[in-house]
């Protein structure tokens, strides 16, 4: 008699290879978690050095693409199967900064490469969505610059919030309550996606609580990153629950 095996096909290994700020403490815990409900999925990390963010030519100069490369090649020695930029910078220096710079990861690397900005105006473009209720942690004039990038493109951000802070590692230490406080009062402008738009705010974690209470969905960019990253690899996101319903949009 012969004996049949009976075997579980096991999932593709996926590797995730994230760029992240140096000073940021958010990102990488909350990366970790939301992916932790999939099977075979792993998630790597590669940093370069930003510690402040401001529209003078020191503070720019961090994001020089040279330094992003760098930081990119390590993490195709572990072979990842795409890396995602999860940093906002794009916003305020131009939404073609990092059109330009997937293109070069993918050149130095031959790993192909989103962004969190990339994957959040897909995601926007996905749906259709044209009215913003924009919060970060960043100085006006960068918010300032946010709005008028989306503006050229045809989005209105009908609603905006900042905290005024230039240092980067400051950013984590803004309370989820007081996002919470701030997305309240944004509410009667009826935007029609909330996006926290800054992966050192721990914020992506409030998506739930955020759909559930007032109907409208959030787009944190650390999550953005996650999703463009999954779509890229050819991986179900559909799997991560309770952080939003960007995730089970294709």
């Given at each position: 008699m012969s004996k049949c095996s009976t075997t579980t096909e096991k999932p593709r290994p996926i590797r995730l290879g994230v760029l992240t700020p140096s000073s940021n403490t958010a990102l990488e815990p909350l990366t970790s978690s939301i992916v932790a409900t999939l099977p075979g999925v792993s998630v790597h990390y590669s940093r370069f050095k930003v510690t402040e963010i401001a529209l003078d030519a020191r503070a720019l100069g961090q994001f020089n693409d040279e330094h992003?490369?760098?930081?990119?090649?390590?993490?195709?020695?572990?072979?990842?199967?795409?890396?995602?930029?999860?940093?906002?910078?794009?916003g305020w220096?131009?939404?073609?900064k990092d059109r330009l710079l997937v293109q070069r990861i993918q050149?130095?690397?031959?790993?192909?490469?989103?962004?969190?900005?990339?994957?959040?105006n897909e995601l926007l473009a996905l749906k259709d969505i044209r009215r913003l209720a924009l919060l970060s942690p960043y100085t006006e004039d960068v918010q300032q610059r946010i709005?008028?990038?989306?503006?050229?493109?045809?989005?209105?951000?009908?609603?905006?919030s900042h905290e005024s802070i230039r240092v980067n590692?400051?950013?984590?230490?803004?309370?989820?309550?007081?996002?919470?406080?701030?997305?309240?009062?944004?509410?009667p402008a009826r935007p029609e996606a909330f996006v926290t738009y800054c992966t050192n705010l721990r914020a992506a974690q409030l998506?739930?609580?955020?759909?559930?209470?007032?109907?409208?969905?959030?787009?944190?960019?650390?999550?953005?990153?996650?999703?463009?990253?999954?779509?890229?690899?050819?991986?179900?996101?559909?799997?991560?629950?309770?952080?939003?319903?960007?995730?089970?949009?294709?």
């Open positions: 992003i490369l760098a930081a990119a090649e390590l993490l195709a020695d572990a072979n990842v199967d795409v890396i995602g930029w999860s940093g906002t910078a794009a220096m131009g939404f073609e050149e130095r690397t031959g790993i192909p490469a989103t962004t969190a900005i990339l994957a959040l709005i008028e990038n989306y503006q050229r493109v045809g989005i209105d951000v009908v609603a905006s590692f400051d950013f984590s230490g803004v309370e989820p309550d007081t996002l919470l406080d701030r997305m309240s009062s944004m509410v998506a739930q609580y955020v759909e559930e209470h007032w109907g409208i969905p959030l787009l944190d960019t650390v999550s953005t990153t996650i999703w463009g990253m999954l779509r890229m690899a050819g991986a179900d996101s559909g799997g991560i629950k309770g952080w939003g319903v960007l995730y089970e949009w294709r």
